[in-house]
Nanobody, 122 residues
Framework: QVQLVESGGGLAQAGGSLRLSCAASGRTFSSYAMAWFRQAPGKEREFVAA????????YYADSVKGRFTISRDNAKNTVYLQMNSLKPEDTAVYYC???????????????WGQGTQVTVSS
């Protein structure tokens, strides 16, 4: 079992940057692929980025490719999402998730954090 706690959300101007962190409990963090998803008001949850257990593989949604970077530090049990060139359409609650399988599908992720709000003003 792993528990996930996100932090780093907040308000940013369009064109600005934020870095989200997701701290995981337990000693098996490196056994999980990790991902970020987001959900905007009135919209379905969508995939943002994912990273393999040791960081050798990463996936990104087309909407964030080239602007967002996912990374992880297994020694700190933490996964990060560096978000640059933010746009108002990036406004959403961002969730981190853990899975035994690297995937773009939320259905593959067994463990979820509570989410952190990101708001981008124009």
């Amino acid at each position: 079992q792993v528990q996930l706690v996100e932090s780093g959300g907040g308000l940013a101007q369009a064109g600005g940057s934020l870095r989200l962190s997701c701290a995981a409990s337990g000693r098996t963090f490196s056994s999980y692929a990790m991902a970020w998803f987001r959900q905007a008001p009135g919209k379905e949850r969508e995939f943002v980025a994912a990273i393999s257990r040791y960081g050798f593989s990463t996936y990104y949604a087309d909407s964030v490719k080239g602007r967002f970077t996912i990374s992880r530090d297994n020694a700190k049990n933490t996964v990060y999402l560096q978000m640059n060139s933010l746009k108002p359409e990036d406004t959403a609650v961002y969730y981190c998730a853990a899975s035994g399988t690297l995937s773009r599908s939320g259905a593959q992720y067994d463990h979820w954090g509570q989410g952190t709000q990101v708001t981008v003003s124009s």
